[in-house]
């Protein structure tokens, strides 16, 4: 994994090849960790972090919906959609909205980005 294109890209762009590169594959856990750190706004890349991690944290369950919202990055949304049971969506979108909205001053400031992103895109179906 290119840390540079991950963490400081000279572009989005750069870092959207980077994480669809790792998309299907196997990470390490000190990749697993790097990812974590990446503070980009930007919707496909947050999603793409959350499909690649796999992981079952509320955070990483907010990345995952927002990639299942993607309509631009089709193979993107279908991976979030299997990783995504259909009757947990509302239940966890229920408890990162409590999450955002009650616990505010225990947020991490990249929980807080992307509860902050999901909820934007939420507020907009």
């Known amino acids: ?3 540079k294109a991950i963490l400081s890209p000279n572009s989005e762009f750069d870092r ?3 994480l669809n590169k790792l998309l299907h594959k196997v990470i390490s856990e000190s990749d697993k960790e790097i990812l974590k750190q990446c503070t980009t706004q930007d ?3 947050i999603g793409l972090i959350g499909c690649i991690l796999k992981e079952d944290d509320l955070v990483n369950k907010a990345r995952i919906l927002i990639a299942s919202k993607n309509i631009y990055h089709e ?3 279908d991976i979030a959609d299997e990783l ?3 009757d947990e969506r509302e239940l966890l979108t229920d ?3 409590h999450r955002f909205l ?7 400031e990249i929980e807080d980005k992307i509860y902050y992103i999901l909820m934007g895109i939420l507020s907009n179906e």
Do not use: F, G
């Open 75 to 77: 193979s993107l949304s």
């Open 102 to 108: 009650s616990e505010q001053d225990d947020l991490t």
């Open 95 to 97: 408890s990162i909205a």
């Open 16 to 18: 959207k090849q980077e």
């Open 43 to 45: 919707h496909e890349s």
């Open 84 to 86: 995504l049971k259909t």
């Open 1 to 3: 994994m290119n840390i």
